[in-house]
């Protein structure tokens, strides 16, 4: 099954890291809701890092977005919490497109 991948990690109770994988399946490549609605959302959460000074260290390679908070744990942290929230609702949604995970480091 396809589907696109969310990991998050966190350390002392915080998170301060993500990555996603994958596709979600649901439709062709370019006319899947499911990753556009992914892709704006993870934009959209790494502009507002920057805003607030988390100071994100962003990776983007062919199908990998990784993003580190280096700076503003609470800040970040709760605006991760808020990605993992919408990730979620897209979820509820699109059943089976996206496996959330969270790990404390």
Known sequence: MIMIRAEFYK???????????????YADHGSDVVCAAVSSAVQLIVNILEEFDCEPSVTVEDDL????????AQTGSALLEQLV????????????TIKITISEV
């Open 85 to 96: 929230l919408h990730l979620r609702s897209v979820c509820e949604e699109f059943p089976k």
């Open 65 to 72: 977005i990784d993003c580190r908070i280096t700076a503003s």
């Open 11 to 25: 350390s002392e109770g915080l998170l301060n890291r993500f990555n996603i994988t994958g596709h979600a399946g």
